[in-house]
């Protein structure tokens, strides 16, 4: 879980209200409250203090906030020991820290190479 730890862009600072869309080719952080959908082709930390309400498509997530939507596509998703997380989560590894709090529907995937071996005994 190295990658948890690392460094990450702020794009929506403390104390900022944002709505819309967002997208993103870097590990980021959300310090403050953001509405919509964001998509990164990297890490996406919710930092302790951050809110998101909406859809978030990333291959790697840290929530040590809050999410209030749905999880898509992720190969792993943490949920640190402060994390509240209210939605639907759609990834091929979890981990729930102790502390966290997790209310909605887990869908474990399996990776690419797991799909393709997998459609090839069929």
Do not use: Q
């Amino acid at each position: 879980m190295a990658w948890a730890e690392a460094r990450t862009r702020v794009a929506v600072g403390r104390n900022v209200n944002v709505s819309g869309k967002l997208i993103f080719h870097e590990p980021v952080r959300i310090e403050g409250r953001f509405k919509g959908e964001v998509r990164s082709v990297e890490l996406v930390v919710i930092g302790e203090d951050g809110m998101v309400e909406g859809k978030v498509f990333a291959p790697r997530l840290l929530i040590m906030g809050e999410l209030r939507g749905d999880v898509v596509g992720c190969e792993g998703v943490v949920l640190g020991p402060r994390a509240k997380f209210f939605g639907n989560i759609e990834t091929r590894e979890l981990t729930v820290a102790e502390g966290a709090y997790l209310d909605g529907n887990v869908r474990m995937t399996r990776n690419s190479a797991e799909k393709t071996a997998a459609s090839n005994d069929s």
